[in-house]
């Protein structure tokens, strides 16, 4: 599967108590894995949107810049941690798509003062949720980077 779907978290707790969150409610099972690197934890659960699992890497955001410069602004700069979202066993990108939506919208429901991004591919934001504001989806092909800043800019957190 070439395409990933990440939901992106901006938290003011520290990673391992946002993990825990997610797993209590998502009802996720923590699994160990000898590769983890230091802050990432490793969850499984039933899938919302297929028969199946759904597997979930929660890590700090690596991707983020904390200084961009104006052009090499993001989206996703001051979310502190990142969900990679798979359907265990599936190589349906359109599945995993789904999965991820779902998940994104039960996690802005049920923890109003989380801001949220949903990404495509590390290229498009899906949809953002900020507390206050409520959930937005974007357009198709809106990317995370400064080009589509006006379209984003009122949807994260600044």
């Known amino acids: 599967m070439s395409n990933s779907d990440t939901i992106f978290v901006a938290a003011e707790q520290p990673l391992v108590a946002l993990a825990g969150w997610l797993a209590d409610t998502l009802q996720l099972e923590r699994l160990d894995d000898p590769e983890l690197q230091a802050d990432q934890y490793f969850f499984r659960g ?51 798509t789904k999965e991820a939506r779902a998940i994104f919208d039960e996690l802005a429901a049920t923890q109003p003062q989380v801001a949220l991004v949903l990404a495509k591919a590390m290229s498009w934001i899906v949809a953002a949720y900020l507390p206050g504001a409520g959930v937005h989806s974007f357009p198709p092909q809106t990317t995370l980077d400064a080009d589509d800043l006006d379209a984003w800019r009122p949807w994260i957190v600044g």
């Open 46 to 96: 039933r899938a919302r949107t297929v028969d199946g699992r759904v597997l979930l890497l929660v890590g700090p955001n690596i991707y983020g810049e904390s200084d961009p410069a104006p052009e090499d602004v993001s989206a996703i700069d001051r979310y502190t941690g990142v969900v990679d979202v798979r359907i265990s066993g599936s190589r349906n990108e359109e599945a995993q």
